[in-house]
């Protein structure tokens, strides 16, 4: 009962900032599938999305819910997003109290998939249908568990929904780690081994080597930490004239997530050139989706 008396502390903490009337109330409904558990804040209902066993499982559940989204709404997020290390903070204790609360639950329920819903809740994103999940709308997708993310063969289907979800909550869960770092470390000038300013050394540096192996040790070094296999190259030549062209085609092999294809956008006279701005857009690819950060 220790997380349910914190989240319920924190919660009350921060539905008082929020000048909400402190007192939290909690009603319970029981089911032929079990309890549902509704929690009252003055003019805010929430309400665990499934069943549970025990009536503590339920209470422990709708309150990690609250807490998050409660955590969410204080009066100073109003002009800012919440930090990233705070959401890493809120996710954690929220990940092990609905844990805890679903220790005794048997084999076959799936525990994970019930978790990815709720922490789409906290996060105020998209429910997870299996199909791709969106964080607070933007254009960065964490996870597409429909099994082309994670590729799930098990025979179990059930056990696969469980594989892919679970496997989606550690990448959220690495996405805030990662940002959490990067923003600790904003205050001060980005190290020189940052992704970012290898995609800028890429496309500055004068074509020294005519076959464009620095580039490629660049572009592996980032794969290399990633735990990744080495990145392919393919030349496609188009003729215009007497001078023939070059397409580049680059492929991240990413292990068990579907590789990056990066298709360089125009034509080069040069292979050398093609490669450089292709080895540059899979860095900053990379950089965007926050997959890595080199200076951690």
Not at 23 to 33: G, V
Request: glycine share 4%; with cysteine; proline share 7%.
């Amino acid at each position: 009962m220790a997380y349910v008396q914190l989240l319920h502390t924190q919660a009350q903490r921060a539905a008082t900032i929020l000048r909400w009337d402190p007192k939290i109330t909690y009603e319970f409904k029981e089911t032929h599938d079990g309890f549902f558990a509704t929690v009252e804040v003055l003019r805010h209902t929430f309400t665990n999305p499934q069943p549970f066993r025990s009536k503590k499982d339920a209470k422990e559940c709708v309150s990690a819910i609250a807490f998050g989204e409660l955590n969410m709404n204080l009066p100073n997020r109003r002009e800012r997003p919440p930090s990233q290390n705070d959401m890493l903070g809120i996710i954690k204790i929220w990940l092990s109290a609905s844990l805890q609360a679903r220790q005794n639950a048997p084999p076959s329920t799936a525990i994970y998939p019930i978790l990815l819903n709720e922490l789409t809740g906290i996060l105020r994103c998209e429910p997870a249908q299996y199909d791709r999940i969106r964080l607070d709308g933007s254009l960065v997708t964490l996870a597409s568990v429909a099994g082309r993310r994670f590729g799930c063969s098990l025979a179990d289907p059930q056990e696969a929904q469980n594989e892919c979800a679970r496997q989606a909550i550690a990448e959220i869960v690495q996405h805030y780690c990662d940002a959490a770092t990067a923003e600790k470390s904003s205050s001060r000038p980005s190290p020189s081994t940052s992704i970012a300013s290898h995609a800028d050394e890429v496309k500055k540096r004068p074509l020294v080597d005519p076959t464009g192996k620095s580039d490629m040790a660049i572009l592996n070094e980032v794969i290399q930490k990633m735990g990744w296999e080495p990145a392919e190259l393919d030349f496609h030549e188009k003729h215009q004239g007497r001078q023939p062209s070059f397409f580049c085609e680059l492929r991240v092999n990413r292990g068990p997530m579907p590789p990056i294809h990066i298709d360089q956008p125009t034509w080069h006279r040069s292979k050398d050139i093609a490669k450089r701005h292709s080895c540059a857009l899979a860095i900053q690819q990379l950089c965007h989706e926050r997959i890595l950060h080199m200076d951690r």
